[in-house]
């Protein structure tokens, strides 16, 4: 991230720069605040929820009808989303919630908890948290 940094300082492309200037910070607070360097999965979980706030400002700037700032964010969702991993498809997150379901011996709405504890760890970074309990709650309703 630093080095698309200084590739976009040099090319004077300051909404770039801005951008990643702020992601660089929010990683470098999170290491501040856990007192230890952060794990990758601490990274990825900062740029996840970095993303997640642009995606809210754009909703929030298109209701105010600030389509200029809307854009900036959406701008910002994007780059973030290119140091992100790719999105899980949903076949693959089927399967994942099957075998969390397996291993936790969970048969109703009530034993979410457990799923999701297992299933959390394994999809950090690759899918939306929503996404992930909507589809859990979906497999155990029903």
């Known amino acids: 991230m630093k080095a698309d940094t200084v590739t976009a300082l040099k090319a004077a492309d300051k909404r770039t720069v801005g951008a990643l ?10 290491r501040i605040d856990a007192n230890k360097a952060p794990s990758e999965a601490d990274e990825l979980a900062v740029l996840g929820r970095e993303r997640k706030r642009r995606l809210e400002a754009v909703e929030l700037y298109e209701r105010g009808g600030r389509a200029d700032l809307a854009d900036q964010e959406r701008y910002e969702a994007a780059l ?6 790719a999105e899980l ?3 693959e997150l089927a399967a994942l919630i ?10 109703s709405p009530k034993e979410m908890g457990k799923v999701m504890a297992r299933l959390m760890p394994k999809v950090a970074g690759r899918a939306d948290g929503r996404r992930v309990s909507e589809a859990v709650r979906a497999r155990l309703s029903g």
């Not at 099957?98 to 048969?107: C, K, N, S």
């Open 21 to 30: 200037r702020t992601l660089v910070a929010a990683l470098k607070k999170e």
């Open 80 to 85: 973030i989303a290119a140091y992100l991993p």
């Open 89 to 91: 498809p949903d076949a």
């Open 98 to 107: 099957e075998e969390a379901v397996a291993a936790a011996g969970a048969a």
